[in-house]
């Protein structure tokens, strides 16, 4: 059954701009709809949620949603808004990042769903077959250099020069519109906001190629906003850059407390944008955290529900545990409930010392570990060390200490290998091997 696309995407906040006729065609019969990925690394990052998040939300309300890998114009880059021009990549590099992109839309979209199945195709297996001078008979003559030098993602560079190369990027991805609308029956191009102006000469070459008499031009486009923070800033990136969806690149733990941090300003409209949660659902969660904001419920609510759908329940109950280790109230107890295979992903980022088991064992006390042992790494000499301990500022596995002469042995060594130092708030894993 189709539910009203257009709507879910206005309260959500989701809609910014859409072509005349655009909601006609989805509420008359089941549209497919497409959007554009960069392959420029083996993992999207959270700045490609919002528009993952349209074809989410176009299969849910019963249309067919296709996923377009630019392994063509990947080699080119897309200028838009960029200050510089890209360098390209090698045919093998685009490979693995394909694989990479579409393992994680298949976490998103249902490939195998009926008619509305997610699809997903590359745009090098229709380019790599077209000449050059067949390609200016296909799409070059439709578009004159005028049109194309009006669009805003073109003036921009003009100021700092554009090369022919990323000029005619969006002759190409207007190519792709029109190739899915000949051979795979596309009707809607979406993307972010600034994509607007290669969307659209899309369906321009679609209206010149195929003309535009009442009744057979049906092609259209829809954008979604460029999120902001409430400050301003961009937003996606966290000190150490992009926060990807790939857990080798982004630790769950980490992606968990991105969303975590996301400031009251900030969360009801993300929760729109990013989750999957009704609008009545929301609005409760909304009235829940302004009775008590400290509580973090909104953030917590949506940190939850994308640690879960991008990871996987068992990576958000281990961050759970993460955080109750690391800034919460564990105890010794939590601590021996750790598995072996769990302690890389919870201390993942935790500054960490490795020691012999020969150290270990003839290490005399407390004082001499958590200084010479572990090579100053935790404190940088005895007398510092001491004087932390003396006034009670350390923490073994969770449980405060205080005597620096404390043999070892009064200390358990969890799973046999890891000992837990908290310096006030800041953690120091040493590993035993």
């Known amino acids: 059954m189709r539910t009203d696309f257009i709507e879910e995407l206005r309260w959500r906040g989701m809609l910014h701009d859409m072509m005349p006729g655009t909601d006609e065609q989805l509420n008359k019969e089941m549209t497919a709809g497409y959007i554009g990925f960069d392959p420029t690394a083996a993992s999207l990052h959270i700045g490609n949620l919002a528009t993952i998040m349209l074809l989410v939300h176009l299969q849910k309300a019963g249309h067919k949603p296709i996923a377009l890998i630019g392994g063509a114009t990947g080699m080119i880059g897309d200028p838009s808004f960029k200050a510089a021009e890209r360098s390209f990549l090698d045919e093998e590099t685009l490979r693995i990042n394909q694989e990479g992109i579409r393992k994680q839309l298949e976490q998103f979209l249902d490939f195998d769903c009926g008619e509305s199945s997610a699809e997903m195709v590359n745009n090098y297996d229709w380019f790599k077959g077209i000449g050059f001078l067949q390609f200016l008979r296909e799409a070059g003559k439709y578009l004159s250099v ?56 899309g369906t321009e070459i679609i209206r010149r190629k195929e003309g535009d008499e009442e009744g057979y031009f049906k092609a259209y486009a829809l954008t979604t906003p ?17 926060i990807w969806l790939d857990a080798s690149r982004t630790s769950p733990f980490e992606f968990y407390q991105f969303w975590l941090n996301q400031s009251d300003e900030d969360s009801p409209r993300f929760l729109r944008v990013f989750s999957l949660k009704s609008k009545e659902e929301i609005e409760v969660l909304e009235g829940s955290h302004a009775a008590e904001p400290h509580l973090r419920i909104m953030q917590k609510a949506l940190a939850a529900e994308l640690t879960i759908r991008i990871h996987s329940e068992r990576d958000y109950q281990l961050v759970l545990k993460a955080s109750d280790v690391l800034f919460g109230k564990a105890t010794l107890e939590t601590l021996q409930s750790i598995a072996i295979d769990e302690f890389d992903t919870i201390f993942n980022g935790v500054p960490q010392t490795e020691i012999t088991r020969e150290d270990w064992d003839s290490c005399p006390n407390l004082l001499d570990l958590i200084s010479t042992v572990t090579n100053s790494e935790i404190y940088p000499s005895k007398g510092e060390a001491r004087r932390a301990l003396q006034q009670n500022a350390v923490s073994i596995n969770k449980v405060k200490v205080s005597a620096p002469e404390q043999a070892l042995a009064d200390f358990e060594l969890l799973q046999d290998r890891f000992i837990l130092v908290s310096k006030g708030k800041k953690n120091h894993l040493i590993k035993v091997i």
């Open 226 to 242: 460029l999120l902001t923070k409430s400050d301003g800033s961009k937003f996606g990136k966290s000190e150490g850059g992009n």
């Open 146 to 201: 005028n049109y194309m030098m009006s669009k805003d993602s073109v003036k921009k560079r003009l100021e700092t020069g554009i090369s022919f190369t990323e000029f005619s990027y969006q002759l190409l991805q207007g190519y792709d519109f029109y190739h899915l609308y000949k051979n795979k029956n596309v009707r809607l191009q979406m993307g972010g906001s600034d994509q607007w102006g290669n969307i659209t000469t």
